[in-house]
Each structure stands twice: as C-alpha cells, then as structure tokens.
C-alpha cells in the first residue's frame, strides 16, 4: 500500500514539475500518516483518508513549491499564517531546507503538532508557534497563507511582519476579484499564478502581494 502511495505522489509531483528523492518522498509520506495518526484524537483536518491526505494537502501544498522556489530562491523567512496541519508551511519545509519556515496558529494542539512533525521528522527549521498573528513579532520575507482569510484581513493581520523587500503569497481556490479590488492602497498584486493540482478538480491560484514603497 505504501509502494501505491509513494508512486501516486511521486507522479502527482512530476506532473507539476517536481522531482521528490527518495527522503523528500518518506517525510512526506510520514506527514501524512502524522496527521491520520492526530486526527484521532484532535480534529486537524476533517479529511481522514490517506487519498484524500494525498491529493486535497500533501499535492495542494506541493503545487507553490515551483512557484515559491522562482520568487524565492534562496535562504529566507517564511510565515504560513493560520497554518491549522502545517498546511503549507509542514510541505514547504520538506522541499525547502533553505528555508526557515514558522507555522503559526491560534488553537495550541495544531501549533503543538508543528513541533512534534519537526521534532519527528528531523526538521530543526520548522517551528511551529501558539499565537494570533496580530501578535506576533519579527520580520518574513514571505508570509503565505492557504485559504485563511480575506486577502485584505490576511494582509492587514500581517502587514508589520513583512520584511523590506518581502511579499505575501496568497493560495486562494478560484481568482478572488472581488478580494483584489477591495485591497488597501498600500499593497499591489504583483502577479497571479494558475495552479492544476493533479487529482484535484477544484480552481486553484497564488496572489503574489507585495507592499508598495513609498
């Protein structure tokens, strides 16, 4: 079963242009059965079949990696805001050792289980933090978000935590227009990427936010 799982991940990342090794592929293959083996006993998700693990969080999450590594390609900060399973902050740090990545959530189990899938799955660059990001300190060349909150309420919750030069990344289903046209002034919609998710038959995009100097 575990042979089925690794191929039908391991041809979901082709398809977007990834190519996992074989420690990316079993860390994770041990996320997903990290968060089947929580949501027992804490409601992380309310998915509760490996397929569904696979295709609607591990491929979801594994669709911004492209797209974060040509925007960011070297070491840098990143916050996933309103993270709840380390969604996509767990999977970015998987891909992404380079980066330092900070998952924060208002409900303390879902922070807790960020510290227990780094501790678990050696991972000393993902952190997971108990707060709301209104309160949070320090600076994030990216703060990205999956499905978390208006784009205005997602950027005005985290506009002091963007470092100079930083952006937001948004993952949002459908192109939210609406959501576009209500942003404050000070930001700009640098570019919207289309993402196919294989084996997700849902709309699925990046807004890139970016604050405007001056």
């Known amino acids: 079963m575990s042979g089925d799982r690794d191929a039908l991940l391991r041809q979901g990342a082709e398809a977007m242009g990834l190519s996992l090794s074989d420690a990316q592929c079993a860390s994770l293959q041990a996320y997903a059965d990290l968060i089947l083996k929580w949501n027992k006993v804490y409601n992380l998700t309310a998915l509760r079949s490996p397929e569904q693990v696979l295709s609607h969080h591990l491929l979801d999450s594994l669709s911004v990696v492209g797209p974060l590594q040509r925007q960011c ?29 900070t998952c924060v959530d208002a409900v303390a189990k879902k922070a807790a289980f960020i510290r227990q899938v780094s501790a678990e799955l050696n991972l000393p660059h993902l952190n997971g933090r ?7 300190g320090g600076r994030f060349d990216v703060v990205c978000s999956r499905a978390f909150a ?4 997602f950027v005005r919750g985290s506009a ?16 939210p227009t609406d959501e576009i046209a209500d942003l404050p002034s000070d930001v700009e919609v640098f570019h919207v990427e289309q993402l196919t ?4 038959d849902a ?9 405007i100097s001056g």
């Open 160 to 175: 002091e935590l963007i470092a100079p030069g930083g952006c937001w990344m948004a993952m949002k289903g459908k192109l």
């Open 130 to 136: 108990h707060a709301r990001v209104e309160t949070m």
């Open 203 to 211: 709309e699925r995009c990046i807004v890139w936010i970016r604050p």
């Open 197 to 200: 998710v294989p084996g997700l």
């Open 73 to 101: 390609p070297g070491a840098a900060r990143l916050l996933d805001v309103g993270s709840g399973a380390g969604l996509p902050g767990a999977v970015i740090a998987i891909m992404r050792p380079d980066l330092s990545v």
């Open 150 to 153: 208006s784009l205005t309420d």
